[in-house]
């Protein structure tokens, strides 16, 4: 499936010269939404993943169906203060600035496979540091799949050594 005819680019969003690729018409419609988790899925499952792993907001979008497809657990990562009980935490850079990304300390157990979802891979950033936490608390990251990976970002330079599966590519 063709999944840019379902990715609705929307022009000088958030600033002025960003193409923002906007994944909720994708989501909108039923069959595309489908497949996209029914490809992600079958990547995970290929991997043995004991449990799916996103960070907010729309990692939760990606991982929780494929979680629910392959009827395993899904571990969210959060910003800081936002979960409830003991967290551990990775803070890691922003293009202005740095920011912080959370954890349950109990989430992850030594050994657990790992597959890590997202919307998408720009810099790498974001999954680097969700990365870092899920190996500190002993789970072995097998694989991390996005809807979409703006490879002009070069983002997988981050990644390196990381199994990655993207839906499409710009």
Partial sequence: MD?????TIVEDFPKEGIRFKDITTLMQNGSAYKEAVKQMSVFA?????????GPEARGFVVGCPVAYE???GFVPV??????PREVISVDYGLEYGK??????????TKGQ???????????GGTIEAT?????????VVVGIVFM???????????????????????
């Fill in 99 to 108: 920011d912080s990304l959370t954890i349950h300390r109990d989430a992850i």
């Fill in 3 to 7: 999944f840019k005819q379902y990715i």
């Fill in 148 to 170: 979409i990976e703006l490879t002009y970002l070069e983002g997988r330079d981050r990644l390196k050594g990381y199994d990655i599966f993207t839906l499409t590519q710009y």
């Fill in 45 to 53: 499952k290929e991997k043995n993943a004991d449990v799916i792993v």
């Fill in 131 to 139: 990365v870092k936490m899920v190996e500190q608390l002993g789970g």
């Fill in 113 to 123: 496979r790992v597959v890590i979802t997202d919307d998408l891979l720009a810099t």
């Fill in 70 to 72: 392959l009827e395993i």
């Fill in 78 to 83: 959060r910003k800081a203060g936002k979960l």
